[in-house]
């Protein structure tokens, strides 16, 4: 196997490349280093298992590698150098329409966001993140609240990255969410997903379904923000999704005690008011429908 693609899978198992979208990416790209070596099915299929066993919990991995996966099988009766140019013409191709995906997110969410709102997100997710960008951007004054995600800590990044962009910024503990929902005014929630399923259940970071519940009791309205790229035709609902457990030295080592670390949790559909992804907003329950349509319950060309 390429080296690249084993390093590349080690960046991801170490979370040094983290977040749904950009483990994706990082993978898609591996795939093309594959295909730019001279592989063709063989080597890429080998490359797409390691690659996808990196991360469990984020559909938008196994997604993006069966993806290009189905792109070269297209092309594997093209002789020699054919392949090659064919099926890295068809990659880049992906690859920019993962990119016009994520502005269209913005676009749209940015819609669904008022002048003065005040909006609290989680972790560190590049979609939600765009679209705090773009509201902000087209003049409106928001403010956002961003969680710590311990124990890795990922809302510092998110902190950072709002408050490098002039957004006015504000970051509590974890624990803090009930309490900042109704200090701080909360008016939404936005946050991203690592896989959203059939049935409209979203995995994301650990802490979402809490957050997603504490908006609940205060009527705040509560979004998600994933491209398609992130549906799960597998996954009927969210507690069949493996749930990734990480080294538990990432919470703490008390002797005698047992810890546990889970990355992420599950959002029920009913506690989520609507997924803005690039085709539109849509409210949970009409996953099923998307993926009907995009997917025809199988990876296809979109
Ligand atoms: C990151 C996380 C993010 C989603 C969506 O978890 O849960 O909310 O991956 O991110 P981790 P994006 O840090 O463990 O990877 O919108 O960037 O795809």
Redesign the pocket.
Known sequence: MADNVDLVAKKIES?KV?????IAIAAVEALRGVVEGGGRMPELTAAGERLKASRPS?I?LPNAVDYTLYLAEGNKVLKGDDFRVKTLRDINDYLRSLNESIKKIADIGAGIIKDGDVILTH??????ISILKKAWDEGKKIRVVCTEARP?H?GYLTARQLADHGIPTTLVIDSAVHWAIKALSVDKVI????TICANGDVV??VGTAGIALCAHESDVDFFV?AESLKFSPQSLMGKMVKIEERDTKEVTELPGVAVRNP??DVTESQYIDAIITEEGLMPPQAAYHLLKEKYGWELKKP
């Not at 983290?18 to 950009?22: I, L, S, T, Y």
């Not at 946050?191 to 690592?194: E, I, K, S, T």
Request: proline letters at 0%; a positive charge.
């Open positions: 979370m983290r977040g749904a979208r950009d984020a938008s972790c560190n997710s590049d979609t939600a890795r990922q946050v991203g997903a690592d994301n970071k923000a990355g992420f």
